[in-house]
């Protein structure tokens, strides 16, 4: 019995999810359609068990960064303070706007992920400036086509060149546009053969094990 339920059991829920999706996919049936919206809404409730338990063991993991004095335990107090505030103030006053949730959400939640992406563009220049080397012919034809790029959307691409904007939009249009729909194509094959591994059994990394 421990023995089903640790192997089989999942294995026979995963198959006959991903089932029922495909086929509410691809008929009208009513019956099979709420079946698979009601599936939906039990996806949302396992993933807010998940975020709980997501926060339980930050915490677990947290106190003990603290106890044992390990590097940066400092900074795992702030963590756990503004974890307990906004999780009990969202409990016990909501999560509308006037709230303590959502001060702590507008005056310092937003800010500091605002700061997080702008420190990002930094990185991404970065990275751009050690990808456009121009030491192969791919690199080159990089560097030009961003260079390209870039002008073409600021207004002294137009005064270099006025026909730069167009060419900067052909290029985003028909090249870039053609490479993105080959990579989405390849991406939702490869996603379609992951879910039918799912379904058949095959992939089962996620009970834990190979």
Do not use: C
């Amino acid at each position: 019995m421990t023995s089903f339920l640790g192997k089989q059991l999942p294995l026979l829920v995963a198959f006959f999810a991903g089932v029922t999706m495909v086929i509410a996919f691809f008929t009208s049936e009513q019956t099979i359609s709420n079946f698979a919206q009601d599936q939906l809404v039990w996806v949302t409730i396992v993933g807010g068990f998940a975020l709980m338990l997501g926060a339980v063991s930050i915490t677990t993991v947290s106190i003990n960064h603290i106890k044992q004095r390990k590097e940066g335990w400092q900074y795992r107090i702030p963590l756990l303070v503004f974890l307990a505030l906004t999780l009990g103030s969202a409990i016990l006053e909501g999560t509308e706007q006037g709230t303590m949730y959502d001060w702590v959400f507008q005056k310092m939640y937003t800010p500091m992920d605002s700061t997080m992406f702008s420190l990002l563009a930094f990185f991404i220049a970065s990275a751009a400036y050690r990808a456009f080397r121009a030491r192969t012919i791919e690199a080159t034809i990089l560097l030009i086509t961003a260079t390209i790029v870039m002008l073409g959307r600021v207004p002294m691409g137009r005064i270099i060149f006025s026909y730069l904007p167009q060419v900067t939009d052909w290029i985003m249009n028909y090249p870039n546009l053609s490479v993105q729909r080959g990579i989405i194509i390849g991406a939702a094959l490869g996603a379609a053969s992951m879910s039918l591994r799912i379904i058949l059994g095959v992939e089962r990394t996620y009970l834990g094990r190979s």
